[in-house]
């Protein structure tokens, strides 16, 4: 089985990854991928990755108005948590969609969305 190894720099929105490949790890530094499973053991009921920070606000003003924002990089009062499992681990997230964003980790994950397994790791 060949393994092709990219950046998520060298892959466009518009390439057709799941007629190439079965498979994609997508791994970033523990920070992304490590606060995700938290979000999910404080009782999120959903959680969605967003490719970028515009596309988690639409998704808030759109379809998930009770959403819980977090996002990675410098504050910013438009979301609630930052992408900090120190800081997750102390929210109730019970019922909660929570819409995560950060610099690479979940907009990898975004560009392989239509592969047909996805595993991620830190």
């Given at each position: 089985?060949?393994?092709d190894i990219r950046h998520s720099r060298e892959i466009s929105a518009e390439e057709r990854l799941q007629d190439a490949y079965d498979l994609a790890v997508v791994i970033d530094?523990?920070?992304a991928f490590t606060v995700a499973p938290w979000i999910l053991r404080?009782?999120?009921?959903?959680?969605?990755?967003s490719p970028d920070k515009a596309t988690a606000l639409q998704a808030k003003a759109g379809n998930f108005p009770e959403a819980v924002l977090v996002s990675d990089g410098a504050p910013d009062a438009r979301f609630e948590l930052p992408n900090?499992?120190?800081q997750v681990a102390h929210h109730d997230l019970t019922g909660r969609?929570?819409?995560q964003?950060?610099?690479n980790g979940t907009r990898g994950a975004h560009l392989v969305r239509h592969v047909p397994?996805?595993?991620s790791a830190g």
């Amino acid at each position: 089985m060949p393994i092709d190894i990219r950046h998520s720099r060298e892959i466009s929105a518009e390439e057709r990854l799941q007629d190439a490949y079965d498979l994609a790890v997508v791994i970033d530094v523990i920070r992304a991928f490590t606060v995700a499973p938290w979000i999910l053991r404080q009782g999120a009921a959903r959680l969605l990755l967003s490719p970028d920070k515009a596309t988690a606000l639409q998704a808030k003003a759109g379809n998930f108005p009770e959403a819980v924002l977090v996002s990675d990089g410098a504050p910013d009062a438009r979301f609630e948590l930052p992408n900090a499992p120190g800081q997750v681990a102390h929210h109730d997230l019970t019922g909660r969609v929570v819409i995560q964003t950060t610099g690479n980790g979940t907009r990898g994950a975004h560009l392989v969305r239509h592969v047909p397994t996805v595993a991620s790791a830190g």
